[in-house]
């Protein structure tokens, strides 16, 4: 195309080839509408036709087909995505007429005096359709002929479609009608919404889009960083994936259910598929939801928090907070409307098992932010909002015994391992829950100062947290307050072993003891002299392990944490070899919780609250980074150089 020598020569060049384009892409979407409709069309009917002989719709003859549930589920997956598609692509071709008549009113006023716009080349004849609706009566032009026959058309495809999906969820088992319900409703919802926008109020919507497209034409050009980047959570994950932090938490249900197999001396294969998933579904469905309730509760506080990039709680834009409320609770309800569903896919027992967890979690939650709200109203001791978290570890301990016992065809004894059980349970959500509360608390309480010495600054921590920070010595860090308090582990130096935190990891240790001697007397109990023993000395080695420093040169509270671990996991394979009476496994299995006690305790007073937020994150790193190593192998370093080098220019751009 010639450049015009002046201004408004090349702005009117530039609005012909848009228009040209636009033409062009407009024809052609035109066919694949078109190709959608019979394609949806098609596939209702031949599905449909299918269904006519399928036993469970209600073919009454002797060669009907029997279909399983789950495939009558997905039949309607295929005209769902052909519907969905054409939505779509309506919506596109209404915008797409609109921007046509803004480049036509724009070419009108940008004609030179003297010439018309078939002097253009550029602007394509008419259509048929255009040529139709401008020979049509204008009175039926100004009421919407188009828009009308538009909507009858969906409306036509929409009323089969449902009809279709209807027939299908009256087949199917109550669990898969469920899923059935949540999923096409979802679909069928959004396609309704792009239809309406397309047909009914596409003005309003392209005038929408205009404006949206100007206002951020005006706003500088600027870097945009990745909320990622900066270590906080899009609004996406947040609603879609477990906290961070949270998700290995799951597994206090697996290794309590684990444990109770070998305490009863039976196999745990069998029980583990509804193990597994009663788990997910408690863990990350359920209690999901209580952490999005305690978020909701406390947005301001997480807002101003010195370590909100690294907590993962609710994202909220300024200005947006309505917005974060509600898709909050939108999300919260889909949980619980998965939860029931993929309940309905177990046992009866476990069923039930899973409706006591949930009521028990409805109940913990009242009881956990009236503990907070208490423990805000004056300076309390530290245990007061610790307290109802341990319970919820206890909570999670007792599910997978129970879940266990359940899955394995029989009633779930409520004997003295159950209970040590529950009680290792909350014992490790003291330790973990108190720790992690000390560091966050040094987040903000310090640099330490006071005219009495070294003292960190109360007034700063959250109130429910001021508690712990009593058995945290300041001292180790008056001489330096320039530090970034969310990198310093406050845990490393010798603290009390009155801190919630050390009794928590010595009681800890003395139940797990008891447990890793559980398959020399199975179905004893742990009132043996076995288990006394163990307790005892589990709970010894745990104290003087607190007794040692992390910090420095010469802290050994690292390689006597490596070290106790290596010991009780040699002793666990030791005893699965040279034991016979148990399954060989058992020994192993029951020496595990103690040695991943000592190491996590090592680990949590080794660590700054940002370290020990952002470990899932270094991990998911450095499993990213062994892709691309494993990558660069196979295609070659200079492959992999260059396809990067494209995926930067890409970016840039």
Known sequence: METPGSDDGWRRSLVLEAYRLERAEGTSHLAMQATFVALALTSIGLLSGFLSQVCAVGYAGDTCVEVPDVVLAGMPLVPTAFLAYLAGNVLRATLRSFYLRALERE??????????????????VPRGVELSLHASPAAVRRGGAARVLGAMLIGTLLIGYVGFVVVLVVAVSLPWQLLMVALYGLACGAIIRLGALAVLDGRSYFAQAVRSMNESLSVP??????????????????????????????????????LAAVAAARPLLPALPALLLGTAVYELLLYQCRYQLNDLRGIREDQDDVARATRGRLPVVPGRLGSAVRASLVAAGVRIYLAVGLTLFLPRPVQGVLAAAAAALVVLTVLYEAARAWARGADRHGWAAVLPLAVGYALRAALGAALFHAASGGAVPVDGWFVALTLLGAAFGLMFVSATWALHAVCQAGPPTGPDGPGWRLDRARVHERGLLRHVDAAPWASRPDLDWRTVPALAPVTSLRAPSNLAFVATAALTAVFAVAWVEPGAGPGTWWSAGAAVAGAAGAAALTRTSAAGPGGRRRAATAALAAAVLLAGVAGAVAVTTVPRAAPLLAAVPLAVTCALYGTLTSLSYAALKSSGADLLARLRAGRRALFRAVVGDATARALTAEREQRTTR
């Open 221 to 258: 050009l600027r870097p945009r960083v990745h909320p990622r980047e900066e270590g906080r959570r899009t609004m996406a994950s947040y609603l879609a994936l477990p906290r961070p932090d949270s998700a290995p938490k799951a597994l206090i249900a697996l290794v309590a259910g684990m």
């Open 107 to 124: 070419l009108a006023g940008t004609v030179p005096p003297g010439l018309t716009l078939r002097a253009y080349p550029w602007l394509g």
